[in-house]
T-cell receptor
Framework: RKEVEQDPGPFNVPEGATVAFNCTYSNSASQSFFWYRQDCRKEPKLLMSVYSSGNEDGRFTAQLNRASQYISLLIRDSKLSDSATYLCVVTTSYNDMRFGAGTRLTVKP | GAVVSQHPSRVICKSGTSVKIECRSLDFQATTMFWYRQFPKKSLMLMATSNEGSKATYEQGVEKDKFLINHASLTLSTLTVTSAHPEDSSFYIC????????????FGPGTRLTVT
């Protein structure tokens, strides 16, 4: 079983749609959780951290369920510029960052 | 702040030669740097973790004699792919962190290596 699992997609949605990505992790000792965004042939960029209480940043909402070892990312009112691969990242310590394989999103006009 | 650069951004080399990739933290001191590789449509895979002034810690399955890592200063780490083969062709990305003070890693723009 992979340490961090994501639905690879691709998700093809029209502009303005709401889309949700899920991620599960296997290590119950995991401590920190993030969503990164990676554009084609570029490095990953931090999108947002994920907290147990859930957190929102504009059109993006992240949720963490420690009991189910599950993380989600919700994007509302999708823009063309949201097209990218979204990486779920889980860490157990500062030097142990594990990446999911990513979920590809394409937002179409 | 927290800018990490990599050089070169792209390199093509012949099979059997060695290639050095540099990773620099431009505006902070990185006690720890990480090296990843990414194959097309695959996730980033951690290759090794390097702390300034000490030997790198390699992940299982990564050959330390093939992927030489040097972290000589708080702002520079290098990865040398020795005797490169076509299967080493990949996207190599470094990241840097402040160390135990933060879980966040700052990524370099990556180096695309093609071995012919």
């Amino acid at each position: 079983r992979k340490e961090v699992e994501q639905d690879p997609g691709p998700f093809n949605v029209p502009e303005g749609a709401t889309v949700a990505f899920n991620c599960t992790y296997s290590n119950s000792a995991s401590q920190s959780f993030f969503w990164y965004r990676q554009d084609c042939r570029k490095e990953p960029k931090l999108l947002m951290s994920v907290y147990s209480s859930g957190n929102e940043d504009g059109r993006f909402t992240a949720q963490l369920n420690r009991a189910s070892q599950y993380i989600s990312l919700l994007i509302r009112d999708s823009k063309l510029s949201d097209s990218a691969t979204y990486l779920c990242v889980v860490t157990t310590s500062y030097n142990d960052m594990r990446f999911g394989a990513g979920t590809r999103l394409t937002v179409k006009p | 702040g927290a800018v990490v650069s990599q050089h070169p951004s792209r390199v093509i080399c012949k099979s059997g030669t060695s290639v050095k990739i540099e990773c620099r933290s431009l505006d902070f001191q990185a006690t720890t740097m990480f090296w990843y590789r990414q194959f097309p449509k695959k996730s980033l895979m951690l290759m090794a973790t390097s702390n300034e002034g000490s030997k790198a810690t390699y992940e299982q399955g990564v050959e330390k004699d093939k992927f030489l890592i040097n972290h000589a200063s708080l702002t520079l780490s290098t990865l040398t792919v020795t005797s490169a083969h076509p299967e080493d062709s990949s996207f190599y990305i470094c990241s840097a962190s402040y160390g135990t003070a933060s879980y966040e890693q700052y990524f370099g723009p990556g180096t695309r290596l093609t071995v012919t």
